[in-house]
Structures are given as C-alpha cells and as structure tokens.
C-alpha cells in the first residue's frame, strides 16, 4: 500500500485475486484483477501485475487494456515490449473514486489482451 505522498506505507497490506480467462476465443484474453485488502480504513493501492505470467495470463499479448477505465498506468521500460517479463504497475484513478480500498471494498481491474490491437483503455501496446 502507499500513501497519498506515494510512500510505502508498512503494516498494511492488499492482495490480488486473479480470475479466470472469460473470452473462450483462443486469439484473446480477459482476466478480471481483484485488489483488496482487510484494512477497515481507505488506503491507497499500488499492483505490480506481469501480464507475461502464463499461470495467470493464456499467452503474451501483444496489446493489453483495461475496460473499466479505472486503472492508471505507471511508465514502463524503454525495453518493455522486447524483455521475457511485462510487469505494470497500477493505481487506482482517484476521479473516478477507485484509489483507495478498504476491507469489503476492492476493486476489479477488468484486463483484455490480444495480438491484434484495438484494445479499451490501453495498458500497453507491442506492435
């Protein structure tokens, strides 16, 4: 967790609930990210997610989105799109009141990837 400043802040903790993959195709991906926590006050919430996890992600997309809009996006590697991992890091948008969670309260990222773009609210594109 960190707080508003952007530091770490020790003591609590948030977790993420990966789902399974909705979009039976075979050419896409959609994998719903649960983060939340067991705090009963709000804390602001940071995920580091390798969308390269193939225990968590069918395959390697090349484009990645997020259809809720609710996610903001941290800046990735110059060598992002060539290294073996993908990892991301993620915020909550606070405009749209999703920076925070509280115990009862997490929040679902809703994660689409595909090898062929056009993807919602992008997260990252390799063309």
């Known amino acids: ?3 508003s400043a952007g530091n770490e802040v020790t003591g609590k903790a948030c977790s993420l609930t990966f789902g399974v993959n909705t979009d039976g195709s075979g050419a896409a991906w959609n994998v719903k990210v649960t983060v939340s926590t067991t705090e009963t006050s ?3 919430w940071r995920a580091a997610i390798d969308l390269a996890d ?3 992600f069918p395959f ?3 484009y990645v989105g997020e259809y809720t809009g609710g996610a ?5 590697a110059s060598a ?3 290294g073996t991992g993908r990892v991301v890091i993620l915020t909550g948008r ?6 925070t969670v509280t115990g009862g309260s ?6 689409v990837g595909n090898s062929n773009g056009g993807v919602p609210n992008p997260v990252y594109s390799c063309p």
Not at 72 to 76: D, E, L, S, T
Not at 106 to 111: C, K, M, P, S
Request: charged share 20%; glycine share 10%; aromatic share 10%.
């Open 1 to 3: 967790m960190i707080n």
């Open 42 to 44: 709000p804390v602001t």
């Open 80 to 82: 992002f799109c060539s």
């Open 54 to 56: 193939l225990t968590k």
């Open 94 to 99: 606070a405009s749209y009141g999703w920076d």
């Open 72 to 76: 903001v996006v941290g800046p990735v």
């Open 60 to 62: 390697r997309a090349k």
């Open 106 to 111: 997490g929040r679902t990222l809703d994660l």
